[in-house]
DNA sequence: CCTTGATTTGGGCGAGCGCCTAAACCTTCT
DNA sequence: AGAAGGTTTAGGCGCTCGCCCAAATCAAGG
């Protein structure tokens, strides 16, 4: 078998392992046995149980980070871009649900929020010039990292409780049609707050804000 | 030492560690060490480690269910009442800074949905006919799961994330400053929710419709 | 064909885990 | 004082963990 391929399986086996029982409960033998290699493998090409986490980590935010550049150039007006952005990271989250629960459990374990700092950095940098060219001057209860945190906390919440919502209303939160409306309501919600990020502005009126802003962001963009 | 004295001392440092380390990355002998308590002791009073974990979220949740239950009696008007479960909710979670971590790892790890479905199931119910009393026509833009799932997921999110938004942002997000702000924002969002669900009525008509909701509220506490 | 270096294998080391046991230690009551 | 029952203690059992190692295997170049 080549290396490729070995490393391949490994990593698949750790998604799977990592998303259903977490870094700590998972052992590498574990890992082995579901990937069909020797436990010695596992150090010979990822070195540490550690390591091979932030190698799943990079498997993530890579295939993350082109799906949602992707998604934002499809459209060049704000509020469909946001749309496009949003449905983007809810499809990416639902194809690859062991990510996000991988990513919470290891933020919410503190020891490896560095690894998730150093990947997610880029996301917020990006969210942020986008956000402040779209309405620099916000209100403060609609301040940039308020609505970030917002918004993403709306779209990761469905995954992350997701189990929990199934219990809870004994309907399954991942069928096509429960994410259909999932994300219809959080296009509504950031449809609202885009209604009041532009004071309540008329749709004509958002238009020419929006072709400001644009502007400015493509100068931007160019200029890089 | 008193036995309770014992079992307090125990849960003090399984609340700490448990937040700070996790289930699994903590040891009982972690536990025994803090506690300044023999570690065979946590097997005699507890039963398990699952059972101390048990113990512990019973904890938390009961003195949720008190707080929470305090906030909603303070007032009788809906939009109001949202607000102060917000308002005590955040508190909570901001003087209990281990509890969602430990709850978010669990719900993540999958292993301890059951333990936590079981203790939120109470507070899902009560907020279920809360918000069907208030709207129940909602669109289905506004559906109640949706609606919930929003709220809870932009109060945790806070928290949860706070280690991360931290070293975003540069600032600290559980200074007072920061918590309150990040309270006025979701309490901004959720008065536009409310603004939606009564479908942009105007004031003078949202409290007809909220004093409707209120007899209907209240016929049904002085029943049960 | 033989060498060389990368890859794969089975076996196992040392450490740490949750949990248990038997004895000691306290109160409290008779 | 002595019995009884609820607590506390030191020690350790059986097991699994991440990681390592020496030998075996493989692919490719001379």
Redo the contacts between chains.
């Keep these: 078998m080549r290396p490729e391929e070995t490393r391949a399986k490994i990593l698949d086996a750790t998604d799977h392992l990592f998303g ?3 870094f ?2 998972t052992t590498t033998r574990d890992i082995a046995e579901r990937s069909g290699v020797n436990k010695a493998l596992i150090h010979y090409h990822f070195g540490s149980k550690d390591e091979l986490l932030s190698a799943l980590l990079d498997g993530y935010y890579d295939r993350l980070s082109a799906t949602l550049i992707e998604a934002l150039q499809k459209s060049a007006e704000p509020e469909l871009q946001a749309g496009d952005v949003i449905d983007a990271y809810a499809d990416f989250l639902a194809r690859n649900r062991t990510f ?3 990513v ?2 290891e ?5 490896h ?2 690894a ?2 150093a990947r ?2 880029p996301f ?1 940098r990006l969210g942020s010039t986008w956000l402040q060219g779209i309405a620099p001057h916000a209100p ?4 940039l ?3 970030l ?2 918004v ?3 779209v ?3 995954f ?2 997701g ?3 199934e ?3 004994g309907e399954d939160p991942f069928s096509p049609e429960a994410l259909e ?2 994300r ?3 296009r ?2 950031v449809a ?2 885009f209604r ?1 990020l532009n004071g309540g502005a008329t749709p004509k009126e958002r238009e020419k804000t929006w072709q400001r802003s644009t502007r400015r962001t493509q100068r931007k963009k160019s200029g890089s």
Tied chains: 1, 2.
Aim: aromatic share 8%.
């Design positions: 259903a029982l977490g700590d409960a996000c629960s991988v919470q459990r933020v919410a374990s503190g020891r929020v560095e998730i700092v997610t950095l917020f403060p209860e609609l301040e990292t308020q609505v945190t917002s993403y906390g709306m990761v919440t469905w992350t409780y189990r929990v919502i219990r809870l209303t409306a999932r219809r309501h959080v509504h919600v609202l707050l009041e």
